[in-house]
T-cell receptor, first 113, second 121 residues
Framework: GNSVTQMEGPVTLSEEAFLTINCTYT??????LFWYVQYPGEGLQLLLK?????DKGSNKGFEATYRKETTSFHLEKGSVQVSDSAVYFC????????????FGKGTTLSVSS | GAVVSQHPSWVICKSGTSVKIECRSL??????MFWYRQFPKQSLMLMAT?????????EQGVEKDKFLINHASLTLSTLTVTSAHPEDSSFYIC?????????????????FGPGTRLTVL
């Protein structure tokens, strides 16, 4: 079956530090991959996505590249800000099969000034 | 952008009572809505997929008689937790799938509601 594994948190960084949150997946088909962010007290928001191998999703300074050979979709940001503090979820979905999103367990990021 | 609302945002009820949670897509029609449950410090677990005008499809291990889902219109799905017990206390989140638009356009993106915190005493 399909599954997503992401690194355990919490991740604590100083402002302007480099961020990497690892995500690997298992899928039987050709899924789309997503990163969602959940800010304190808010609902999930789509941060970025990639729909096929070698695609790079990017948004708000965050990037992730769909690596089929390593079944990975690691999230990166070159310089984090305090406002990036949130919970980040990696997810996959096989839209062609009509499946819902399958989420990783989430990684809490805390950025201090 | 597409907005999904949930009501109520939080609810406290006595054990044995039933609680209804509404999920609405405010500015688009959603033929498919999803209900998730999120435990503290854990991921979202899909409970059921709700298609407008048909019966919901429940994930393995989810009691369909316990968690009643109705998707009567293209903008509204409801989740009713029947005879709630303390172990049903959780954060319930819905999402609605847009047939178009979204971050990359036309990609069936899911938009999430803000969630409903249920506490059963």
């Amino acid at each position: 079956g399909n599954s997503v594994t992401q690194m355990e948190g919490p991740v604590t960084l100083s402002e302007e530090a480099f961020l990497t949150i690892n995500c690997t997946y298992t899928a039987t088909g050709y899924p789309s991959l997503f990163w969602y962010v959940q800010y304190p007290g808010e609902g999930l928001q789509l941060l970025l996505k990639a729909t096929k191998a070698d695609d790079k999703g990017s948004n708000k300074g965050f990037e992730a590249t769909y690596r089929k050979e390593t079944t990975s979709f690691h999230l990166e940001k070159g310089s984090v800000q305090v406002s990036d503090s949130a919970v980040y979820f990696c997810a996959l979905s096989d839209w062609s099969a009509g499946t819902a999103l399958i989420f990783g367990k989430g990684t809490t990021l805390s950025v201090s000034s | 952008g597409a907005v999904v609302s949930q009501h109520p945002s939080w609810v406290i009820c006595k054990s044995g009572t039933s609680v209804k949670i509404e999920c609405r897509s405010l500015d688009f029609q959603a033929t498919t809505m999803f209900w998730y449950r999120q435990f503290p410090k854990q991921s979202l677990m899909l409970m059921a997929t709700s298609n407008e005008g048909s019966k919901a499809t429940y994930e393995q291990g989810v009691e369909k008689d316990k968690f009643l889902i109705n998707h009567a219109s293209l903008t509204l799905s409801t989740l009713t937790v029947t005879s709630a017990h303390p172990e049903d206390s959780s954060f319930y989140i819905c999402s609605a799938r847009s047939p178009g638009g979204g971050l990359a356009g036309g990609d069936n993106e899911q938009f999430f509601g803000p969630g409903t915190r249920l506490t059963v005493l």
